[in-house]
């Protein structure tokens, strides 16, 4: 039987489906009952669920990443779609389609990958140059690169995101740099390449998405600035060392670019080529984050997806020029 996935499913739907289980966490009721609170998901979406009258024993037999087959129904709560359970059983992770539950881009990686580094190959700095080279030497890295998600859930978050979601910066910078002739252009694009180069180690996304250890004690801006500076100091040891001025104007917008203290920024920028790299940065997320929630997302059914939180809105689905 095909697989249902998540996007497809209606509210009121009784369910019986292998899916990709994340994230469980045991709680108490008002009443102090038991339940568990986690994350069903395939490639389509994700859904809240929830095990009501829930044992510690099992609590424990449910893996924190990986398969289970459910028994349950679906229903809607506060306009977002929830899957009650009723039974849970685990199912190995050789026995499904991983095709199915690990979203993916939908554009060629390997062109991507070229493209990025077509557009690189204009950095006239032999500074930035021999620095952004050392990444790309970085066979290794350059795989997590073009595999990893984006973000875990607000964005490009599919396997492929990060890739997709660098290019799209880079081109944009590209089309805006003729309008800023005092953009310092071979720092921006540069800082746009490694500006989230550590989700590579911030998360993992080997069966479902899930931040690693050090992700959670760190986080890929205090990563990422681990990163570039272990490759600077690489060069240096090889004779050719990046001048501090231009290793802290890189390292500056790498940790300024979420634009925001509340955001995560440690620092706010403070330079044109910061400000154009966090701008991008937010409007390459927005863009891809709202098109997937319209697409999506349910709210009540009619024009308007639910409240978004983080976009501080409703999102309107009609579309008065037709779709492309």
């Known amino acids: 039987m095909a697989h249902l996935f998540i996007r497809d499913i209606q509210p009121g739907q009784t369910l019986q489906e292998t899916y990709m289980v994340s994230q469980p966490v045991l709680r108490h009721t008002s009443r102090g009952d038991l339940y568990i609170a986690m994350f069903l998901s395939d490639k389509t979406g994700k859904a809240n669920s929830r095990i ?28 977002k779609l929830q899957i009650i359970i009723n039974d849970v059983v685990v199912v190995a992770p050789e026995t499904v389609n991983l095709a199915d539950y690990m979203p993916r881009t939908e554009k060629d990686i390997d062109q991507m990958f070229r493209q990025v580094k077509d557009i690189l190959a204009a950095i006239e700095s032999p500074d930035l140059k021999r620095l952004v080279d050392a990444f790309l030497a970085d066979h290794e890295l350059m795989r997590q690169f073009c595999a990893a998600p984006a973000a875990m859930t607000m964005h490009h978050a599919y396997l492929g995101g990060l890739l997709e979601h660098t290019l799209n910066m880079l081109e944009a910078a590209r089309a805006l740099f003729g309008l800023y002739p005092k953009i310092q252009k071979d720092i921006v694009l540069a800082a746009i390449f490694v500006h989230d180069i550590a989700k590579t180690q911030e998360l993992s996304y080997k069966i479902c998405f899930s931040y690693t250890d050090s992700g959670q004690l760190l986080g890929h801006i205090i990563q990422g600035t681990q990163m570039i500076t272990q490759k600077a100091d690489i060069l240096a040891l090889d004779g050719t060392p990046v001048p501090q001025p231009v290793l802290e104007s890189l390292l500056h917008i790498v940790v300024s670019h979420h634009g925001q203290y509340d955001f995560g920024s440690p620092k706010l920028p403070a330079t044109p080529e910061a400000f154009m790299v966090s701008y991008l940065d937010n409007l390459d997320a927005k863009m891809n984050q709202t098109a997937a929630l319209i697409e999506n997302d349910l709210g009540d059914g009619g024009n308007w997806t639910s409240y978004q939180k983080s976009l501080e809105t409703r999102l309107y689905r009609c579309r008065p020029l037709g779709e492309d």
């Open 52 to 79: 009501w009258q829930a044992t510690e024993e099992l609590y424990q037999a449910i893996p924190s990443e990986g398969f289970v087959r459910i028994r349950g129904k679906s229903e809607l709560y506060q306009g």
